[in-house]
């Protein structure tokens, strides 16, 4: 063996015919540097430990089964073959399966899927939208054949007025991931929602795991309506909670989360409704109340009696004018039948026939008269002062007073013709007095009180009784 | 592409909130109860304001109303308008 030549292409043929027999199916770990993606999708890189390094290629073929992404400095358990490359004859390792060390590579797919969206700002707060004010049309991604759609049906049905539609997705397996976006998008195309819940039952991480792919979580931060995840049970965050404007933990959540919505809004509603009502009532109540106690207020209620006594003073008033009026007349009819007499004077005197004496005389007599008349006229003016005194105002100016049975303008003059509890107007010269009767005063006392009464009568009845 | 183009209008539409949203409405209403709940609001006024809540009352229950109970499924369309069809019980 030691003195054969070898071919260049034979020697490596060899060798790797060894190596494919000692080194098949080898689990190297290492950590990943010097990766160098290809246009293609293979994968190349080093595995190096503290000491060596092996270059190492992982076919395209292979590479986009990974879920996770390779990259420096990840810590790695490989297994494939060696091989030497014959055009350049280098030593590598052809690497089938790839797993991360320490975390799983579910995990690791996870948190790099999570990073990178945060970075993009997915899962910004302000991009989460709030529930809709009605969200009575609902749109359902899921399964038909999970026990998720049964169990948010049960529970958005319990509300009369909600229209459900359901895009039906597989929810596991290869290819979820691209039917749950597929549906995601048609939903979001269609226009017939208000809100849409993507989700599914509990179960495995695997299960779980195209809520955690990125076409999903694009699908989701896409869609113009909110989407409510409800992934799993509540333990499970997946990459589609994250970017959901409103994560539940359970499908059945999802789905209570809407109709508490619609049940909350109902109850606006009929709170409203009721509010309206009681508020017009007690509105309606308080003007009646204003309007009643206007009507029964003492102003109000006062006013016929004040009514009453106005026109029983104006009664009075009439009738002190209509006398006072009549002792003008008298006096003035006294006066003229004076001024006659004194007019006839003058040719009662030239009758005499003597017209000397009667010259001198007449200057006498006309003296005489005109003294007379100036006597007259002087007497005339007292009457007149005495008449003007005499007015009734003069009377109560005087302290005379007038008293009338309430409701009747008529004077009073006798006691008699009252009994006590009986109401009594009094007019002064200044105001008027009402009073009840307390107690008729004996005989004696009326005497004096129908001589007072007496008086008044003489006084309005006739002017010269008075003067 | 004239898919596409369909798609981008209904979404505009879609995004574009209604002059008054439920919600909108629902506040309104709250702002008129508590205007009625001030006393010093006038009997005119409030009959007015009363009217005006009725009003919004009536429109939240006829957009309630609106809705009917169904399930549908959302079935495949290439553009165009939207299909569903009824989803049976069973298969819920």
Known sequence: MSDRTWTVSGLIRAVNEVLEQGFSGVRVEGEVTNLKPSGRGHLYFSLKDEAASLDCVMWASRASRLRFEVEDGLAVMTTGSLTVYPQRGRFQLVVDELEPLGLGALQLAFEQLKRRLDAEGLFAPDRKRPMPGLPSRVGIVTSLSGAALHDMLRVLLRFPNVEVIVAPAAVQGSGAAAEIAGALGRMAGSGLVDVVIVGRGGGSLEDLWAFNEEPVARAIAASPVPVISGVGHEVDFTIADFVADIRAATPTQAAELVVTQLERQVRRLDEGQSALLRDLARHRALAHTRLAGLAGSSGLARLPHRMRLFRARLDRAERLRAVFGRLKERALARLDRATGVLRQLPALVAAGGHRRVVDSRRQQLAQLARARLGRARATLDGHQRALSHLGPRMVLERGYSITTRAGDPRPLRDAGAVGPGVELHTTLARGELRSIVAKRAPRSGGGTERQVAEDQRSLFDDGSGGS | ?92
């Open chain 2, 1 to 92: 592409m004239t898919g596409l183009e369909d798609h981008d209008v209904k979404r505009e539409k879609s995004d574009q909130a209604p002059e008054d949203r439920f919600e909108d409405q629902l506040a309104k209403l709250e702002e008129i109860v508590a205007r009625l709940e001030d006393e010093g609001v006038g009997l005119e006024e409030s009959l007015d304001l009363f009217e005006a809540g009725m009003k919004l009352v009536k429109s939240c229950r006829a957009r309630l109303e609106q809705v009917e109970q169904r399930v549908a499924r959302l079935l495949e369309s290439e553009g165009g308008e939207p299909k569903t069809e009824e989803l049976e019980k069973e298969e819920a």
